[in-house]
């Protein structure tokens, strides 16, 4: 017996012009030491990484730059704007971050609320049209607020990037309708951005036909991050295969999967 | 004599000798300039430029890179 199986044929990951073979982006925030975020990302089989860009510490006692730990020729490098508050500094983020000379494409995030993480919608859509003019490729995060969605797409932006729940909070997909409705109405990729909190709610994202999932925290901040990964990995392929598949239809009724005929008297 | 200029650097006071460029303070404070980007007085410097680029008193700059985030 074989357990080879013809798995259902995707197309390619395609975000800004590139192709890209995993569908799970990772971040590179909050793990308990260098080594452990290396080993996860490498479980995770993730090819974009998110970087944020700060301030380097002058006394040096400790802190270096993440890239003496990350191979930028082997991953692709997403500069975030994580922590502007306004439109003006988001813009002023991305520009320094592409001046690193990597790429030029930007994970905008421009924060509304301190308590939630909220994106401010309006500073987003002003900054995401300034980055579009300025030859950037934006991957906007926004919250599952469709018309927002459509306008960061006619803004220019190569992606959009709903949320399941707030950023850290781990609470999982709080809104499927509306990430399903953005991903029917945008012609752009849409990868959710932020709150997956464990395996189950990467599966159930990715089985809402997004086009990938970026995630940190859920990895980072698991007991066992390495384990993790390797979880989120299986789970977004997983949901994208289920996806693929086409799910049949709920009943509110059972309905009997063995024979009714044939039973003895 | 030993005049100097003061300067931010990070939001923090910093004196240089007067005529410094930025190459010059990079290497003061030992940062490869490949590993860092700098915003000199809220403009981008390019790398080929620090060399070329003098700094004098009250100037603000900024030397920042890439860490861990999401």
């Not at chain 1, 909220?118 to 018309?147: C, H, I, R, S």
């Not at chain 1, 990964?229 to 009997?256: D, I, Q, S, T, Y």
Request: proline share 4%; charged share 20%; aromatic share 4%.
């Amino acid at each position: 017996m074989t357990t080879a199986v013809a798995t259902v044929r995707d197309t390619p990951f395609l975000i800004g012009g590139r192709t890209f073979q995993s569908r799970l982006m990772v971040g590179t925030g909050k793990y308990p030491d260098h080594e452990t975020m290396v080993r996860a990302i490498e479980a995770s089989g993730a090819e974009i990484v998110t970087v944020a860009v700060r301030r380097v510490n002058l006394d040096r006692s400790k802190e270096e730059s993440i890239l003496h730990h990350l191979d930028s020729k082997r991953f692709f490098l997403l500069a975030n704007t994580a922590g502007c508050y306004t439109t003006e500094d988001a813009v002023r983020y991305a520009r320094l971050a592409r001046e690193a000379g990597f790429n030029e494409f930007v994970k905008l995030e421009v924060i509304g609320d301190q308590e939630t993480l909220l994106p401010d919608v309006q500073g987003l859509l002003e900054a995401a049209k300034m980055l579009v003019q300025d030859g950037f490729k934006v991957l906007a995060y926004t919250n599952e607020d469709l018309v927002t969605a459509l306008r960061l797409e006619d803004a220019g932006c190569a992606a959009v990037m709903p949320l399941a729940s707030p950023i850290g909070s781990g609470l999982g997909l709080l809104n499927p309708f509306s990430v399903r409705t953005i991903k029917r109405r945008l012609t752009v990729p849409v990868v959710v951005d932020a709150g997956v909190g464990t395996a189950s709610d990467a599966c159930i994202t990715m089985e809402q036909g997004v086009d990938g999932i970026l995630m940190n925290t859920a990895i980072a901040a698991a007991k066992d991050p390495v384990a993790m990964a390797h979880a989120m990995r299986l789970a977004v392929e997983a949901g994208r295969a289920a996806f693929l598949a086409g799910r049949m239809a709920k009943r509110e009724v059972a309905m009997p999967s063995s024979p009714v005929e044939g039973m003895l008297d | 004599m030993n005049e100097t200029i003061a300067v931010t650097v990070n939001g923090e006071p910093r004196t240089v000798a007067p005529g410094a460029t930025l190459l010059e303070l990079l290497a003061a404070l030992d940062l490869d300039p490949r590993a860092v980007v700098v915003e000199h007085n809220r403009k981008i410097v390019r790398r080929p430029d620090l060399g070329g680029v003098g700094l004098t008193p009250g100037d603000s700059i900024e030397l920042v890179h890439f860490v861990g985030g999401g």
